[in-house]
C-alpha cells in the first residue's frame, strides 16, 4: 500500500496515560498494518502544547489545538491557540463542541467556552491562519449547528468526529455542509441507527477514527488501550455497509484526509 492510499487516523489521544512511553511502538504497529500515521488531538490548551511536542518527535504525528467541551472548566491560555497553530504539525482547530451527555462540566460553562474559542479562531483566520476544524458533539446538535452557522467559518472546514447518532442527525450535519468522521462504534452490532447513517454521507465526505485510547472496534473491542492500528477495521466495516471493496474505501479515506487536512 502506497503512503497515498494509506489510511491516517485522524483522531486519537496519544498523550493520555495509556501510551505513556509506548508512542513509537503504537505508530510503528500501525505502519505495519497499513496507517501510516496519526492526528493526535488537543483538550486543553496546556494539552495542545503537549501534542505539539508529541508530534514534534514522530514523522507521522500530527497534532491540533483546541479545548474540548469536557474540559472546558480548566485554566484556558488563549494564546496558546496562535503559538501552536503556527507550527506545521498542527493540521487543525479543536476538538470542540458541546456536550450534553455529561453534566459537568455545566452547560453554560461549555457553551460560554465554545463560543470564546470560535471568536479567537475567527481572529486567528483573519490574520490568516486557516485550519480545519475538529467538533465533539453529544446529544447536542440541536444546540451547536446554529452557533456554528452564526459564526464566519465555513460549514465544509468542520468535522463531527467521533459521530454515534443517527439519520437525523446525519442529516442535519450533512446539510450544514460538514464532514463525518467514524469510530469504533460503527462496527458494534447495537449501532444499527449509526449504520443507517453511515450510508447516507456522501462518499468524499467521510472520515475514520479511532478515538484511541476509547471505543475499539470489533474484532477488538475488548481490546485496552484502543490504538491507531485499529482504525483500519473501521475502514472496512464502513466499506462493508457502502458495498465496495475495501482497497477503493481506504483510497477514498486517504484522499478525504488528504483534502480536509492537507496532509
Known sequence: MTTSTALIDTHCHLTFPDFEGRVAEELKAASAAGVRGAITISTSTANARECLSLSQL?????????????????????????????????????????????????????????????????????????????????????????????????????VFHCFTAGPAEMRALLDFGAMVSFTGVLTYKNAKATQEAACLSPIDRVLVETDSPFLAPEPHRLTRPNAPRLVIHIADKLASLRGITPEAMRAQLALNCTAFFGI
Not at 514522530?58 to 496562535?82: F, Q, T
Not at 498542527?90 to 462540566?105: F, I, K
Not at 470560535?118 to 483566520?125: G, H, K, V
Open 58 to 158: 514522530h514523522d507521522n504525528l500530527w497534532c491540533s489545538a483546541g479545548v474540548h467541551p469536557l474540559y472546558s472548566d480548566e485554566p484556558i491560555d488563549w494564546s496558546v491557540l496562535k503559538e501552536v497553530g503556527a507550527h506545521a504539525k498542527c493540521v487543525a482547530w479543536g476538538e470542540l463542541g458541546l456536550d450534553r451527555h455529561h453534566t459537568q462540566p455545566p452547560f453554560q460553562t461549555q457553551l460560554t467556552v465554545l463560543e470564546a474559542q470560535l471568536a479567537e479562531i475567527e481572529s486567528l483566520e483573519r490574520a490568516g491562519m486557516t485550519k480545519p476544524i475538529i467538533l465533539h458533539c453529544r446529544d447536542a446538535f440541536s444546540d451547536l449547528i446554529p452557533i456554528l452557522k452564526s459564526s464566519c467559518l465555513s460549514s465544509n472546514r468542520f
